[in-house]
Nanobody, 121 residues
Framework: QVHLVESGGGLVQPGGSLTLSCVASGTSFWLYDMAWYRQAPGKQRELVAAIASGGMTGYEDNMKGRCTISRDDAKNTVHLHMNNLQFEDTAAYYC???????????????WGQGTQVTVSS
């Protein structure tokens, strides 16, 4: 079982920056692929950025060059630094932890409660 707690959301002006953090409690954090998703009102949840257990990263197309995902396995933490935020980045941002158990192929998938990011002038 993994419990995820996000922080760092808030109100920011267009062009501003924010860093979101997600702290995981539980065991074997380093085995999990971590990701940030977001969901705007009336829209589906979408992937923003992901970082695999080995450190490889990936980004949603319109976030490339505007955000950086990183992880600190010693602190069970994953960060999402976002810059040049725009109105359309307004959403609830969710932390996700996922891994597949090799022996059983069972997928473990956990979500945090989310942190709100509002871009407004």
């Amino acid at each position: 079982q993994v419990h995820l707690v996000e922080s760092g959301g808030g109100l920011v002006q267009p062009g501003g920056s924010l860093t979101l953090s997600c702290v995981a409690s539980g065991t074997s954090f380093w085995l999990y692929d971590m990701a940030w998703y977001r969901q705007a009102p009336g829209k589906q949840r979408e992937l923003v950025a992901a970082i695999a257990s080995g450190g490889m990263t990936g980004y949603e197309d319109n976030m490339k060059g505007r955000c950086t995902i990183s992880r600190d396995d010693a602190k069970n933490t994953v960060h999402l630094h976002m810059n040049n935020l725009q109105f359309e980045d307004t959403a609830a941002y969710y932390c996700n932890a996922a891994r597949e158990i090799p022996e059983t192929r069972k997928l473990l998938n956990y979500w945090g409660q989310g942190t709100q990011v509002t871009v407004s002038s």
